[in-house]
C-alpha cells in the first residue's frame, strides 16, 4: 500500500525557514518522480515543485522559484521542501505527491495527507 | 506558460443527472491531462489520467475525453457521494498548472 506522510509544517514567522519531509513507502521511491502542491485556505490547488526519481530534474513555480529548493533522499525514502524567506501567501496546506513514473512529465497518482503551513507574525 | 481554465465554475445538479465539466489548455498539451475529485475536507483523489483513462477503482460513470486543447469530465450519473470539486491538471512539462475548479452540488 503506498503511504505519503508530511511532516515539518508548522507556525512561522514572515522571512523565516521551514523543511517539510515526506516518508514515503509501498512502492519503488526511487522509481517515481515526486512533486509538492499547496492549498491555501479556502482556495485550489497549486503546484509548488517537482523533481525526477534521481533527482537530476528539479522544477519549481515562478512564486516560489529562488525561496523553494525540492530535493530528495532515495537512500532513506524521503522527499524534502526547503523553504525560505516565507511570506503569508505561503500559508497553506502542503501535499506531497507521487508519480506514476520516474521523469516529471507524469500523473501524479497518490497524494499524503497534507502538512499546514502558517506564515504570521 | 499554458493556462488552464474550467467550466462552469460550479453546478448544481439532480441525482442521476449526466454533469459535464470542460477543461482547456491555451495551448495544445496532447492527452497529457489529468482530473483530480476533491471533497470536502480531503485529500484530492486521481480520477482520470492521460484524458481518458479511469484510475484503478474509480467507478465507471466517470469518464474523461478530449485532447490537445479541450477536455471533458463526465459523470454519467450523478450520485449524492460526487459533491466535490473537481480539478483538471496539465503534465506535459512544468508548470504542471491545475484548472481552478468546479464545484459540484446535488440540487
Known amino acids: 500500500e503506498v503511504q505519503l506522510v508530511e511532516s515539518g509544517g508548522g507556525l512561522v514567522q514572515p522571512g523565516g525557514s521551514l523543511r517539510l519531509s515526506c516518508e514515503a513507502s509501498?512502492?519503488?521511491?526511487?522509481?517515481?518522480?515526486m512533486s509538492w502542491v499547496r492549498q491555501a485556505p479556502g482556495k485550489g490547488l497549486e503546484w509548488v515543485s517537482a523533481l525526477s526519481g534521481n533527482g537530476a530534474n528539479t522544477y519549481h513555480a515562478d512564486s516560489v522559484k529562488g525561496r523553494f529548493t525540492i530535493s530528495r533522499d532515495n537512500s532513506k525514502n524521503t522527499l524534502y521542501l526547503q523553504m525560505n524567506s516565507l511570506r503569508a501567501e505561503d500559508t497553506a496546506v502542503y501535499y506531497c505527491a507521487k508519480g506514476r513514473s520516474w521523469h516529471t512529465n507524469t500523473v501524479f497518482d497518490y497524494w499524503g495527507q497534507g502538512t499546514l503551513v502558517t506564515v504570521s507574525s | 506558460d499554458i493556462q488552464m481554465t474550467q467550466s462552469p465554475s460550479s453546478l448544481s445538479a439532480s441525482v442521476g443527472d449526466r454533469v459535464t465539466i470542460t477543461c482547456r489548455a491555451s495551448?495544445?498539451?496532447?492527452?497529457?491531462l489529468a482530473w483530480f475529485q476533491q471533497k470536502p475536507g480531503k485529500v484530492p483523489k486521481l480520477l482520470v489520467y492521460?484524458?481518458?483513462t479511469l484510475q484503478s477503482g474509480v467507478p465507471s460513470r466517470f469518464s474523461g475525453s478530449g485532447s490537445g486543447t479541450d477536455f471533458t469530465l463526465t459523470i454519467s450519473s450523478l450520485q449524492p457521494e460526487d459533491v466535490a470539486v473537481y480539478y483538471c491538471q496539465k503534465y506535459d512539462g512544468a508548470p504542471f498548472t491545475f484548472g481552478p475548479g468546479t464545484k459540484v452540488d446535488i440540487k
Open positions: 495551448q495544445g498539451i496532447n492527452n497529457y
Open positions: 492521460a484524458a481518458s
Open positions: 509501498g512502492f519503488t521511491f526511487s522509481g517515481s518522480a
